[in-house]
């Protein structure tokens, strides 16, 4: 399918990357296609960007009948630009569709919108250290109906962004807080799903954390609230007595591409590593008798993001003296540095672009 470039008349300045505030400057083009049921897929375009015009009707709007993914373009030494893992997230975009009965995307047209508009825009990719272009498909229902079934007309959107280095004073750890009342998902639910309803469910506790001087919250399952499952827009990860613990992909928590990556990169190091159910006592237990060595977080906003201090009602526990541990930082400088390429890619996980 030919992709149609309609180029913006005026283009914007670009920021500086290091005033960048992430998400919110947007590029100079985007890129559309619609379905409608019975014709498939069809006009596929990149076109200025620009408010969608959407009827105040449509499902979208009043179902959450949207899904989406986040990935990055980044710039290696030589001034190339290439992509991580794209089609493990196109993958994931068409699991999150089935689970909301939206529409297939096929993949080569999915990364056609993601790369002809990467490269249309590949000016705003930054040059800085790490900055990157930060790229979000997302699909959404537009029927003009209020009555509760999927759409027949969706269309798939991709827009871009550059984004600044997530911790410009270097790695730091963060402060995260157990959520014991609101919870985000349950098994059956949509928690596996990249979809924006399972973020609408979160804001009230990621607001009440915040004001109490945590960062995120970390969400317990929604049955025994006891096991622990995710943080915010990140999977978890601990290092407990030497061994690598993180919750398994029990339906209702998001298989995370940069939690695939690490869990693979730990294997290969020799690490044991246990994808299990884990309570936040089992966690509390470790941290008092000192078997509690390393907490962090994994997505693709942050790559890594270390936990030094974790806090349930009221009980608190720093963890490794709330210092980023060794585990952590081999992670961080490892992901990165394929990502930038700086260090070899063994798993071929690396599509220049
Ligand atoms: C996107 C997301 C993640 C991280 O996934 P990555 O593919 O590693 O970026 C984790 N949890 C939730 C709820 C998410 O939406």
Redesign the pocket.
Known sequence: MEIKITRAETLKEKPESSKLVFGKSMTDHMFIVDYDEGQGWHDPRIVPYGPLLIDPAAKVLHYAEEIFE?LKAYRDAQGKIQLFRPLD?IDRMNKSAERLCMPQIPQDLALAGITELVKVERDWVPHEEGASLYIRPFMIGLDAQLGVHSSKHVQYVVVVCPVGAYYPEGLAPVKIFVEERDVRAVKGGTGMA?TGG?YAASLRAGHQAEQKGYSQVLWLDGVHRKYIE?V????VMFKVAGKILTPDLNGSV?D????RSCLQLLRDWGYEVEERRISAEELFQAAENGTLEEAWG????AVISPIGELAMGEKKVSINHNQIGEVTRKLYDQLTGIQWGRVADPHNWIMPL
């Open positions: 986040g997230n990249k399972n995710e915010g827009a990140m999977n998001l995370g591409i940069t939690r994994t997505g693709t906003a």
